[in-house]
Nanobody
Framework: QLQLVESGGGLVQPGGSLRLSCAAS????????IGWFRQAPGKEREGVSC????????NYADSVKGRFTISRDNAKNTVYLPMNALKPEDQAVYYC????????????????WGQGTQVTVSS
């Protein structure tokens, strides 16, 4: 059974950093593009970032460019999202997603989702 498990969320002060992880089980991550999106209470779902199955293509929302960096380690079946210079507006539940699409593509909101990890940015 395809399963994604996010971790690494928590409470951080504005300007701080966290590193989210998305671990896959039940399938090999190699053939999937991975995306991250976030959802805050009362707000629209927002795509954050994605990475192609090859790792060669990445994409970021304008709101996180220069602060977040997506990467993947297929040997560990894990995708990472280090987040720096966090702002209160980054506070949300972060979800990773997996989608089987051609190698040169990625999508932020994919077909299979994890259960999410809470990121709280507050002083």
């Amino acid at each position: 059974q395809l399963q994604l498990v996010e971790s690494g969320g928590g409470l951080v002060q504005p300007g701080g950093s966290l590193r989210l992880s998305c671990a896959a089980s039940g399938f090999a991550l190699d053939y999937y593009a991975i995306g991250w999106f976030r959802q805050a209470p009362g707000k629209e779902r927002e795509g954050v970032s994605c990475i192609s199955s090859s790792g060669l293509i990445t994409n970021y929302a304008d709101s996180v460019k220069g602060r977040f960096t997506i990467s993947r380690d297929n040997a560990k079946n894990t995708v990472y999202l280090p987040m720096n210079a966090l702002k209160p507006e980054d506070q949300a539940v972060y979800y990773c997603t997996a989608t089987q699409i051609p190698q040169g593509l990625c999508v932020m909101v994919g077909d299979h989702w994890g259960q999410g990890t809470q990121v709280t940015v507050s002083s």
